[in-house]
T-cell receptor
Framework: EDKVVQSPLSLVVHEGDTVTLNCSYE??????LLWYKQEKKAPTFLFML????FEKKSGRLSSILDKKELFSILNITATQTGDSAIYLC?????????????FGKGTLLTVNP | EAQVTQNPRYLITVTGKKLTVTCSQN?????MSWYRQDPGLGLRQIYY???????DKGDVPEGYKVSRKEKRNFPLILESPSPNQTSLYFC????????????FGPGTRLTVL
């Protein structure tokens, strides 16, 4: 059974802290790993990683994929209250010409002033 | 503006009354998908479509139907809704292929009494 597990499920920090969110996956025919941020509405795309060891950066956010150990981390430095959201990780995997996304349950991040 | 739209955004209905949630995208995307999001369970894929007339089951297809007669539209049909289908539903689309981000619609909050 394909599964994606995120940890922690919930995290509360103070502004300025650095946080690391974890995502492990077990999916057949893995293609890529995606991170989304969900505030009070639809998920918005953050990163997609396909190559192991490749770090993606966007401002204070960065992410690494380890295809050998089957996990990814999302790092947020100098957190701000606007970073408060649910962070979703998803494994994209394919079977023939089709592909699916399996999501983890998310990590609820709360950044207090 | 490139977007995925869903209608209705909110719906309260009763058990057994057939309903359709529409989804439309204006980006000429080949891939479209429906998800439901429930507390503690995360996002789960219901159905997806690789292209016109090509659909396949996701992880939780029971009680749902879809059709893909046109590239831009991917309606979700609940023939006989039940209370356990009360959920937040998201439609998403992307270009075909395995390395493309999905764009999410704004969500439809469905309550079945």
């Amino acid at each position: 059974e394909d599964k994606v597990v995120q940890s922690p499920l919930s995290l509360v920090v103070h502004e300025g802290d650095t946080v690391t969110l974890n995502c492990s996956y077990e999916v057949t025919n893995f293609r890529s790993l995606l991170w989304y941020k969900q505030e009070k509405k639809a998920p918005t795309f953050l990163f997609m990683l396909t190559s192991s060891g490749f770090e993606k950066k966007s401002g204070r956010l960065s992410s690494i994929l380890d295809k050998k150990e089957l996990f990814s981390i999302l790092n947020i430095t100098a957190t701000q209250t606007g970073d408060s959201a649910i962070y979703l990780c998803a494994g994209k995997h394919s079977g023939g010409s089709n592909y699916k996304l399996t999501f983890g349950k998310g990590t609820l991040l709360t950044v207090n002033p | 503006e490139a977007q995925v739209t869903q209608n209705p955004r909110y719906l309260i209905t009763v058990t057994g009354k057939k309903l359709t949630v529409t989804c439309s995208q204006n980006m000429n995307h080949e891939y479209m998908s429906w998800y439901r999001q429930d507390p503690g369970l995360g996002l789960r894929q219901i159905y997806y479509s690789m292209n016109v007339e090509v659909t396949d089951k996701g992880d939780v297809p029971e009680g749902y139907k879809v059709s893909r007669k046109e590239k831009r539209n991917f309606p979700l049909i609940l023939e006989s809704p039940s209370p356990n289908q009360t959920s937040l539903y998201f439609c998403a689309s992307s270009w075909g292929g395995s390395n493309n981000e999905q764009f999410f619609g704004p969500g439809t909050r469905l309550t079945v009494l």
